[in-house]
Each structure stands twice: as structure tokens, then as C-alpha cells.
Nanobody, 115 residues
Framework: QVSLVESGGGSVHPGGSLRLSCAASENIFNFNDMAWFRQAPGKQRELVASINVGGRSDYADSVKGRFTISRDGSVNTVYLQMDNLRLEDTAIYFC?????????WGQGTQVTVSS
């Protein structure tokens, strides 16, 4: 079972930026894809962005043009650069690694956007 550790969360004002990191305990290219999800209070967990082993990335409509997912295989880390943050981006952000139907999750990192 892979270990995923998220970091980089915090509190920012609207329009601010944060970069989240997800450090994996094994080679990230072992996985079919890695993704960032988020869960706001009282809401279901939703997919924010994903990147597959080939490098293709996909984004939720709500974050397109503002968030960027990337990876660094030399340190087995996936990143989520979040720019122009909005109040509605407030949530716990989770990293997920997937091999076929098996998924592993990190513990999450809190992102709070407030004025």
C-alpha cells in the first residue's frame, strides 16, 4: 500500500495562490493516474484534477484556467498549483493514486479561502 502525504495547504485571501504537494512512497509512474480531490463541509468529495501515466491532465470545469497539476518523478511528487483562489475553493484537498481499480488516498490538507 502506497503512502501519500499531502502538504501546502493554508489560509489565503480571494485571488491568492497556493501550491499543494503529494509525496508518494513509491514511483509515481507505477500508477495509472494520480489525482487531486476536494471535499467541502457538507458536500461530496469531487475530482479537481488528474494526470495519467502518459502525462495527460484533466480538470474540473470549476478550476480550469486557475489550477495546474504537475509531477516530478525524481521526487515522486505530484503538485497542484492553485491560482486566483475563490471562496468556493475552500475544502480539504486529498491526493489519490490509482492502479486499475485500486486506489490509495492521503490524509488531506486544508485549504481555506476567506476575506
Amino acid at each position: 500500500q502506497v503512502s501519500l502525504v499531502e502538504s501546502g495547504g493554508g489560509s489565503v485571501h480571494p485571488g491568492g495562490s497556493l501550491r499543494l504537494s503529494c509525496a508518494a512512497s513509491e514511483n509515481i509512474f507505477n500508477f495509472n493516474d494520480m489525482a487531486w480531490f476536494r471535499q467541502a463541509p457538507g458536500k461530496q468529495r469531487e475530482l479537481v484534477a488528474s494526470i495519467n501515466v502518459g502525462g495527460r491532465s484533466d480538470y474540473a470545469d470549476s478550476v480550469k484556467g486557475r489550477f495546474t497539476i504537475s509531477r516530478d518523478g525524481s521526487v515522486n511528487t505530484v503538485y497542484l498549483q492553485m491560482d486566483n483562489l475563490r471562496l468556493e475553493d475552500t475544502a480539504i484537498y486529498f491526493c489519490r493514486a490509482r492502479i486499475l481499480s485500486r486506489s490509495s488516498w492521503g490524509q488531506g490538507t486544508q485549504v481555506t479561502v476567506s476575506s
